[in-house]
């Protein structure tokens, strides 16, 4: 392990990160953001635990930092898709662009 | 090529791919096998690093519960003209742009962050759970980092038992009110 080092952990974690932006700016669907959301959280996880076995310091902060990120992805997925059933079953569509009625 | 760089190798090839298939795929159903293949190759990784435990919860959570739940709302909402929604190339452009960017910039910090290459072994499960507990301080040999070298700096002893209760009231609290949203209703329109 020592001879593969943080850094590619660093980079496929920014991979990840960079996948997820562009899935949640570029997808119509609602579910389709909400996946792009959670490859961001798995790509911080992944930062956390690579630094977790890298630096002493962090060596149980980052495993307990990304148990509390999974939880909270967890709650965070509920209740987003709560609001898009909400919304799908008001509107008929899961289109974020036709969520427009809060603008003025 | 030793066995852990070989098996990182294979790993993270399989979780990139999956990921870019999450943004490339159009069907939103196939979008979401791609992100099982994206969430069990992070898992995977986790296991490589030596994490076995949020290695599991991620198995356990992420793919059995929040993946469930993403397939069974992509199964309420899947009509012929939803699963499918086309973005225009503009949005493409930009999208593609600001994650190229993105990648590029956290590329260059990551190889400049001057790591010593200290490889130690990752605490076991029990001490993850003493400290989840409140029963030990977190990491009592780890020094502070970003103090120049030769000066201590007190650090205060740390343990994880109040985040952790209310990360699980948090939790109670977000599922009680998203049953509550999600409950059955009579559709207003269409």
């Known amino acids: 392990m020592s001879e593969l080092g943080i850094q590619p952990f660093l980079v496929l974690s920014a991979f990840l990160f960079a996948c997820g932006v562009v899935c949640v700016a570029s997808k119509r669907n609602a579910i389709g953001v909400l996946m792009g959301v959670e490859l961001i959280l798995n790509a911080a996880n992944v930062n956390l635990v690579a630094f977790a076995r890298f630096n002493p310091a962090f060596r149980l902060d980052g495993q307990v930092f990304a148990l509390l990120v999974i939880v909270l992805a967890a709650a965070e997925a509920a209740v987003a898709l709560a609001i898009i059933l909400n919304f799908y079953n008001n509107h008929g569509t899961v289109d974020v662009d036709s969520a427009d009625e809060l603008q003025g | ?190």
């Open chain 2, 1 to 190: 090529m030793s066995l852990p760089v070989l098996l990182f190798a294979v790993v993270a090839t399989i979780t990139a791919c999956s990921a870019l298939g999450v943004v490339l795929a159009r069907n939103v159903v196939r979008m979401a096998v791609w992100l099982l293949f994206t969430l069990v190759g992070v898992s995977l990784l986790y296991f490589l690093l030596g994490a076995e435990f949020v290695g599991a919860t991620q198995l356990i959570v992420y793919v059995g519960g929040t993946l469930i739940l993403i397939v069974f709302g992509v199964m309420l909402t899947a009509q012929a003209p939803l699963r499918e929604m086309r973005t225009r190339p503009a949005e493409w452009l930009v999208g593609g742009l600001v994650g190229a960017l993105l990648f590029g910039l956290l590329v260059a910090v990551s190889y400049q962050i001057a790591f010593p290459p200290s490889d130690h072994a990752l605490a076991g499960v029990a001490p993850l759970g003493l400290t989840f507990l409140g029963v030990t301080d977190a990491s009592p040999t780890g020094d502070v980092t970003g103090v120049p070298t030769g000066v201590t700096v007190p650090r205060t002893p740390v343990a994880y038992l109040l985040p952790f209760e209310i990360v699980s009231v948090h939790l109670l609290v977000v599922l009680v009110g998203a049953a509550y949203l999600a409950r059955a209703k009579r559709r207003v329109r269409s």
